[in-house]
């Protein structure tokens, strides 16, 4: 059909045999697979009925690639996506069927059979629906095509919390992330007291690396700042587990070594930890990888704005964050 090499009465013209053209569904055209598929009356009832469950408005086109487009522009907007793909070949094969039914066998059967065989196939095929349900209309389409509504199992919601460090503890949150990892990394990281309140932030641009290695490296400068601002007692928090992993076992690749081994004096006379919370307890950090990443530039003490300042507030007075699972 796509490639228009089935042998309708045109094709077989094509190739030197006269014949006299009428199609089968209509009698009333020569057949041609643009007739046959889109002009025909016969098919045009089956694909109006067809559309009309979908609530789409049947455009009759002129060429076979133009119609294709047009049902994939509509699989976007459609709900039952499953259906409406399922709907272009079963409709496609059970016309050309039809067609072959009544030029070989001289058997007819009328449109509106057609169209129960059509919806029977497909509900027989259980096309998924699952999520897709969301207004009065989907739910019409549903009852239209005859088939089940799937949910999804009930959302559940997480409540996850900042946790302010005891008194005399500072917390590190730090993120980083590349874009194409590997791509243009970027890290960032925030120094926050016992009352929540901000000690120091910073920003990093990197050059290029991989998403795991824009972490680490997010970690390494903010240790090397705690370093320098003389932390005794520090939580480091980090979203990816991956990396809490790796430093709690004090497996460091070679791209942290130098750092790494340099940090050891200093991360051996003071009392430390590394833990990983939910992306969610992780939002200044994330704020700041994405800050630097608009910007391009790396910088410190950063200058947030309203809406993260209402995050750094909400994290100090320990009200939650919302995580759906
Ligand atoms: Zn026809």
């Known amino acids: 059909m796509v490639h228009d090499i089935l042998p309708t009465d045109d094709v077989v013209q094509k190739r030197g045999i006269a014949l006299v053209s009428k199609c089968s569904l209509c009698g009333m055209e020569a057949e041609t697979t643009a007739h046959i598929f889109l002009q025909c009356s016969y098919s045009e009832d089956i694909w109006l009925f067809f559309c009309g469950c979908f609530n789409v408005s049947w455009k009759k086109a002129g060429t076979m690639p133009d119609f294709l487009k047009w049902w994939k522009r509509k699989h976007k907007s459609v709900c039952c996506k499953d259906a409406w793909i399922m709907g272009l ?65 009930p959302q559940s919601i997480l409540e996850v919390f900042w946790c302010r460090p005891d008194v005399n503890w500072i917390k590190l949150n730090f993120d980083g992330s590349s874009r194409g990892n590997p791509g243009h990394a970027r890290a960032g990281g925030i120094f926050r007291d016992h009352r ?17 290695e824009a972490e680490v490296k997010g970690l390494m400068v903010g240790l090397m700042r705690a370093r320098e601002l003389g932390i005794t007692c520090l939580w480091v928090e980090t979203d990816s587990s991956a990396v809490a992993i790796s430093i709690q076992q004090k497996k460091i690749l070679w791209f942290a070594l130098q750092r ?8 051996e006379s003071i ?30 003490n950063i200058d947030f704005p309203a809406h993260i300042k209402d995050l750094i507030r909400r994290d100090s007075e320990g009200r939650p964050n919302y995580r759906f699972d």
């Open 271 to 300: 009392t430390w930890k590394i833990t990983h919370n939910f992306r969610e307890a992780n939002s200044i950090a994330d704020y700041l990888v994405r800050d630097a990443a608009k910007t391009g530039i790396s910088a410190t």
């Open 260 to 267: 790494w081994i340099f940090l050891q004096p200093y991360l």
């Open 89 to 153: 070949l079963t409709l496609a094969d059970h016309i050309w069927c039809e067609r072959n039914s009544r030029r070989h066998d001289g058997k007819a059967i009328p449109a509106r059979h057609l169209k129960q065989m059509i919806l029977k196939y497909i509900q027989s095929a259980k096309p998924s629906t699952k999520g897709e349900v969301k207004t009065t209309t989907d739910l019409i389409c549903c009852r239209k095509l005859g088939i089940p509504i799937q949910h999804f199992p």
């Open 196 to 212: 929540g309140g901000i000690l120091e932030s910073y920003k990093i641009f990197m050059g290029v690396s991989e998403v795991f």
